[in-house]
């Protein structure tokens, strides 16, 4: 003769960062509707556990929803770019908290501080996006770096002056008048 009932036993989740989240007293469609992503962030800004869920989120490759105060398409950028420039843990967790921050007016050079990494030879390599934009103008990475460094707007293409590919220094890039000026002899 057989005890077996056919009731399934209760399961308890054990107690773990969740159970402290902020988001556990609001309705789960608030971090899954693209409409309501701010209203989201701003619950996940206060959240004790954030770091832990923004963890677990990248941890598990979770790619919907509003996860630890970031984006599906915020967190698989930060995927993305610590694979592509190989940073380290610390490297990516400052990212994620400067990326968790409410927005404010940036400067130029603090975009430009957080966009590139020092890579060998004393040069810059631009992990930022791929078309930077400051006030609503676009530019291209190499012509942030050298208003950065010259404080003005670029005349003409922009070229390295060191020949490695992809550095953002300002101090190895110039301008068409720049070129020109250099190639032009001095006056008597």
Not at 18 to 42: I, M, N, V, W
Not at 68 to 97: C, N, P, S
Request: net charge positive.
């Amino acid at each position: 003769m057989s005890n077996y009932t056919g009731a399934v036993p209760d399961t308890v989740r054990q107690p773990d960062w969740r159970t402290r989240s902020a988001c556990q007293d609001y309705d789960p469609e608030l971090f899954f509707s693209t409409g309501a992503e701010g209203t989201a962030k701003a619950v996940c800004r206060g959240c004790p556990v954030r770091e832990e869920c923004l963890n677990h989120a990248l941890d598990e490759r979770i790619e919907d929803g509003v996860w630890g105060g970031l984006t599906d398409d915020e967190r698989r950028d930060i995927r993305r770019r610590a694979v592509q420039w190989k940073l380290t843990a610390l490297e990516t967790q400052r990212r994620l908290r400067l990326a968790e921050q409410p927005p404010r007016q940036r400067t130029m050079q603090e975009v430009f501080a957080e966009s590139t990494l020092a890579t060998l030879g004393d040069h810059l390599a631009w992990t930022g996006s791929v078309k930077p934009k400051f006030r609503g103008r676009a530019y291209t990475p190499a012509q942030f770096a050298f208003i950065v460094g010259r404080g003005r707007a670029p005349e003409g293409a922009v070229r390295r002056t060191c020949g490695t590919p992809e550095c953002v220094r300002p101090e190895h890039l110039s301008d068409g008048a720049e070129r020109q000026a250099a190639s032009t002899p001095a006056a008597a």
